[in-house]
């Protein structure tokens, strides 16, 4: 009695075993190991920062395509990237690091707000609402979008104004506050030598005279910097200058120049020809 | 008494201006007329600066497919051709017209007779709204003589009027009905014969016994027009819910009225197409009512387009000190003026003042299953559960949902116990969807 009950269920096991070996076999995934090893060496944020899904659409990515171009982790940085290039087979390019850097500078917040904001705590929705508190259309809304997108803990909220702070030495530069901002207020720029950065903080496109009555740090793209520039790094487009990092010799010459106060120089020290506004930029660190 | 079925809300009436006559607005001395009048692509100006026009000469051309003319609403010298910030503070392009005299064009027929007969044909009569620059003036200002071209395969059954007003506050077209009564049934007739139908419905919610007495005395002259009065229930304005209402017939998910053999237009609409075929006067004026509660007289003006909210403000002596908001359209679906030098556009219904106790939105609370938003909902959708999910970043789940059904009336806002801002979150999802699907186009 016991012999048939082992052979009936041993017989269906077997049978069952030898079924599952066989669709196993038909069915197989060949996976690239390289897959397995390069998410190993990833974050594993999922920050989205490479413009992928996540950090294994990205590991995915790379194997599928053989090299690394167009896609680097930004959130790793080099010290990943060399990583990566050392499972593919490949050579690691340096790169300099880069950070969030909000480009609009919290004049407005002086001023009295122009209407008050009562609904959902989002910037993407008032920005589809109406300009927001400040009246100006262009600058930060100051609701809080990129401190949720933050997955590092890089961007503190100004309890008063809610103007972001970005915490230079936790930003990877992986840009999600980037994507989330509605604005496109930041903009991700190289961090620079002792985090030393000279910028247009302002992105207003509106022409001069509209701009100034906005807000007193508007850049009014009058092109003063752009002739005093020695390195040709500063363009004036839609009334509104920028400054190119990778040509900028960080001279400083644009910030003495600027009649409005919206190029900056941070982490600088102190000079006496100095503008004021540079000390206040200081205070975050 | 008809109704549409499903939710709903009963907000306090608030009709104070029910019993102030249309009077007409002084004019300034300057307009501001936004080339984006209209719902779609803003016109092209045909007008350069220093030029002089007249009232109702054409200003600005339509040339996209969703567009309309602009004619303009007084006569002077054209100043300039610029961006101005409109209402919310964002700019757009206008043309500002400096007033001198009040010449009008010889074409139109300023007499008070009223004129009868239809001389036009059908196409003809389309064609002449489309010349007019008429746009629907219930809010949306989409442009009239769009939905009286009629795709190929689909039939229109029933002409209905939307004369609801069930936002509170407005009474615009209240007043229009008890003083315009003949002209809005002419203009019915005419759109009536665009169409080519006989049946056209007239939707009157009973709180305006006046309103129905008058328009069913003057109906029995014109066959085929019936006036329907409906109980009172908000949001029965929406065209669907007044579809539902006087026909009984379900616009299903994401199709148009005319899929079910409906074309709607405001009663507004109805008066501004009579003007236009009749007297051949273009769109550059509506009724607006300028009230409110802390507000010594509640006034429904006549008033041309291009006016800024600071000179009707003027006008009326002042705002109250206690004024925490101006809405522009009634309190449950018009939208905050920011700017007030803006000027009012053609679609301005109302100009709302709001006092500092009616303003102000109590603190938001957690949500606790009561599901008095899904009750409340006119399309049968579940308004917290968008909320959990679109919290949670899931749009794609919201929109599985029939998020983009949503008609954004504000009901389940309104009835929320725990005040959270259902629809704030479901209009930025909303947008956040379209924008994505735009992207994805693009690509």
Redesign the interface.
Known sequence: MILAAVIVLGSIGALFGLLLYVIAQKFKVIEDPKIDEISEVLPGANCGGCGKAGCRALAEAIVKQGNTEGLKCPAGGNEVAAKIAKIMGLEAKEEEPVVAVIRCSIACSANEP??HY???K?C??AH?????ES?C?YGCIGLGDCYNACQFDAITLDPKTGFPIVNDDKCVGCGACVQACPRKVIELRNKGIKNRRVYVSCVNK?KGG?ARKTCSNACIGCGKCAKACPFDAIVIENNLAYIDYKKCKMCRKCVAECPTGAIVAVNFPPKPQAQPTDTNENNDK | MKTFPLGGIHPEENKLSTAATIEEFPLPKQVTIFLNQHLGAPATPVVEKGEKVKIGQLIAKAEAFVCANIHSPVSGSVNKIDSVKDMFGIYKNAIIIDVEGDEWVDTVDLTPTIVKDIKLSKTEIIDKIKEMGVVGLGGATFPTHIKYMIPEGKKAEYLIINAVECEPYLTSDHRVMLEHTEEIMIGVSILRKALGVEKAYIGIENNKPECIAAMTNMATQYAGIVVEPLKVKYPQGAEKQLIKAITGRNVPSGKLPIDVGCVVNNVGTALAVYDAVQKNKPLIENIMTVTGKALAQQHNYKIRIGISYNDIIEHIGGLPDDTAKIISGGPMMGKAIVNLEAPTTKGASSMLVITEKEAIRAEEKECIRCGKCMEACPMGLEPYLFSALINNGNIQDAIGEKLMDCIECGCCMFTCPANKPLLDEIRFAKNKFRQTMMQQQKK
């Open positions: 122009k209407s009562q609904g959902m989002s993407a929705f589809s609402l109406y300009v927001g009246g259309g509106e509209v």
